[in-house]
Nanobody, 123 residues
């Protein structure tokens, strides 16, 4: 059984930066896919970025060139660096792990979820 523990996030101003981390623990090491999602009342759950165990990444168009996803396989840790913050980045952010061969931003492809971390951006 895999467990995901998130940290980071918090509040920031538009144009600033924040970072999130997610540590996987349990029976499975090096999950094939890890990803970040965000959720708001208005938009529901949205895939933000995904990364496979080899470092190949996928980003939502809305975050390209501002968000960077990375992972340290030896530490079972995934990161999300958020630069050039925008108020519309305000959301609850979740990390997730999945066992599909191809890492997508479809939440149905992920089996284990972190507890969620709030990111709030002021203008």
């Amino acid at each position: 059984q895999v467990r995901l523990a998130q940290s980071g996030g918090g509040s920031g101003q538009a144009g600033g930066s924040l970072s999130l981390s997610c540590v996987a623990s349990g029976d499975k090491y090096n999950p094939p896919c890890m990803a970040w999602f965000r959720q708001t009342l208005n938009k529901g759950r949205e895939g933000v970025a995904a990364i496979d165990r080899y470092g190949a990444t996928t980003y939502a168009d809305s975050v390209k060139r501002r968000f960077t996803i990375s992972r340290e396989n030896g530490e079972n840790t995934m990161y999300l660096q958020i630069n050039s913050l925008k108020p519309e980045d305000t959301a609850m952010y979740f990390c997730a792990e999945g066992d599909r061969a191809i890492c997508t931003l479809d939440p149905d492809n992920y089996q284990t979820w972190g507890q969620g971390t709030q990111v709030t951006v002021s203008s």
